[in-house]
């Protein structure tokens, strides 16, 4: 009798995620990851689309949300890097971030804003704590929910008002009535570009040129969770992943991109995972826990100056507004905004700082919070105040001219290997790694 031969090939569907079969765990080429999570929390909420009718038949679209949701709130994880000092600095930082969105929303409804508002309530310690973690060298690129970061880069808050109000002193001169404007000779702040996605490879060609010139420079941007979906995400990360440049990208996992919530628009579980396509680290941080968001960003920050490449940090928390101030956010469930607003980073940092760590005296941050108040209402005047610009001054800048905007090397000339033959056409492109 013939021993019928056994199927060694595992079905559809059984093979573990990491590439080892089921049937052979122990195999000397099993590839394993991981992806650090820093969070003392992992919220379960769930989101679905369903459909309701009303009393004349007609169908709408209305999402719910399941889950734990009156779940405790976690205290704050300890920096291993930041002292006291530090820390209070970033609390300021985000106070001011908060207080001049809330000023940049009084001067729309006074109808003194050209155009929309875009706010990043409730994302404050991820901008503020992870430009917080970049040393003076260092390149950034907000995006438009990271005016946080503006501050701790040396914008100050006036600089915001008069760009969304198009006044002749804002930093585009009353060209741009939004946030696109940039500071490539002090601050090192390449300017945000609409099109998500598209600053990653230009932030990562940004590393490129400091590494010709010799130095290993770390260069930070942002994108959400609705963004990383584009291509260009894709190649940007993936090219400065190949030539190991220090990218440092926040995906800015808020939940909603417009919209749309995370459930509908990409299957996997945690965005970082996506680092191991590109075979770069990823790591999970609470993105409302400053003192999370620094150390992810410090660790990235000095393994770019080491050479080390690229590191993808998703920040995990929620978008507390609308897509801009034009969209109410109504597609989101109430309860759904109640869990968050629960873990608002600034009344979380302040109760760290005041009744946990006891580094501000109840006095001393009533004092903080009045001090910065005083900040933004005297920027807001200065931005009130600044004139709008000649219809004349239209002109300039719409050229460009001999020596209106000369780039030279910022950290020296490119470093190059000198040839002993002259450049053949038939020469294959040269690999910039």
């Known amino acids: ?72 709130v976690p205290p704050i994880r300890d920096s291993k890097y930041l002292d006291k000092k530090q820390c209070i600095e970033i609390y300021r930082y985000m106070l001011l971030n908060r207080k001049m969105e809330i000023a940049l929303e009084n001067l729309y409804k006074q109808g003194k804003v050209v155009g929309g508002v875009y706010f990043g309530l409730g994302q404050e310690a991820c901008s503020c704590a992870s430009a917080y973690a970049l040393d003076k060298d260092d390149w950034f690129a907000p995006m438009i929910r990271n005016q946080g970061s503006l501050l701790v880069r040396g914008f100050r808050a006036s600089d915001t008002m ?35 996605g598209d600053l990653i490879p230009v932030l990562s060609g940004v590393a490129l040129g400091a590494r010709l010139q010799g130095r290993n420079v770390a260069v930070m941007t942002y994108i959400g969770d609705g963004g990383q979906s584009t291509g260009v995400t894709y190649e940007g990360i993936n090219f400065a992943a190949v030539q190991n440049l220090g990218l440092v990208l926040f995906v800015e996992s808020n939940l909603w991109a417009y919209s749309t919530p995370s459930e509908m628009q990409y299957r996997c579980k945690d965005l970082a995972e ?29 393994r770019a100056h080491r050479g080390e490449g690229p590191t993808l940090i998703e920040a995990k928390m929620m978008r507390m507004k609308g897509h ?14 109640d869990f968050w607003k629960k873990r608002d980073p600034i009344a979380r940092f302040e109760n760290y700082l005041v009744k946990e760590k006891k580094w501000l005296t109840p006095k ?20 009130v105040n600044s004139p709008m610009p000649t219809p004349e001054s239209a002109e300039g800048g719409v050229f ?12 020296g000339m490119p470093k190059v290997k000198k040839g002993t033959g002259g450049f053949r056409q038939t020469e294959a492109a040269v690999h910039l790694k």
């Open 162 to 196: 008069m760009q969304y109000m198009a006044k002749a002193d804002s930093p585009t001169r009353g060209r741009d009535g939004t946030s696109h404007f940039g500071d490539i000779e002090r601050r090192n702040m390449v300017s945000p570009i609409s099109m998500l």
């Open 274 to 302: 996506r680092a191991i396509g590109y075979g770069i680290p990823g790591v999970i941080v609470d993105g409302t826990d400053a003192c999370q968001v620094y150390d992810a960003a410090r660790d990235a920050v000095e």
């Open 324 to 337: 801009a101030i034009h969209d109410a956010a109504a597609y989101v469930p109430k309860p759904m905004f």
């Open 400 to 411: 460009c001219e001999d020596g209106c905007h000369e780039i030279k090397p910022k950290y």
């Open 1 to 72: 009798m013939a021993i019928k031969k056994k199927n060694s090939k595992p079905a559809n569907g059984n093979r573990r995620r990491n590439g080892a079969s089921e049937s052979n765990p122990n195999h000397n080429d099993l590839r394993t990851y991981s992806i650090p999570d820093m969070r003392l929390e992992h919220p379960d909420l769930s989101v679905r689309q369903s459909i309701e009718k009303d009393k004349d038949g007609a169908e709408h679209v209305r999402y719910e949300v399941t889950g734990t949701l009156n779940a405790p």
């Open 364 to 383: 001393e941050n009533a004092e903080l919070i009045s001090e910065v108040e005083r900040v933004i209402e005297a920027e807001r005047e200065i931005a």
